[in-house]
């Protein structure tokens, strides 16, 4: 969660699925850290309102700094 928060405050503006947060935000980290465990992460970042998340009409979600 760390990880996700330092690269918003240097990137305010991003906006990326799981997916891209996992290979692009925290790319450095793509060996040691799980799709799961970033789903998880973001889940509860979401639940402390640090992020938002958006549906997409096609199914995609997004997430972005709250």
Do not use: C, F
Not at 1 to 18: G, K, N, V
């Amino acid at each position: 969660m760390r990880a996700i928060l330092a690269h918003l405050a240097s990137h305010p503006h991003a906006a990326d699925t799981a997916e891209g947060v996992a290979r692009w935000w925290l790319g450095g980290q793509a060996g040691t850290t799980t799709l799961p465990e970033v789903e998880a992460a973001l889940r509860q970042l979401v639940a402390r309102r640090a992020l938002r998340e958006e549906k997409l009409a096609d199914g995609t979600t997004l997430y972005s700094k709250n």
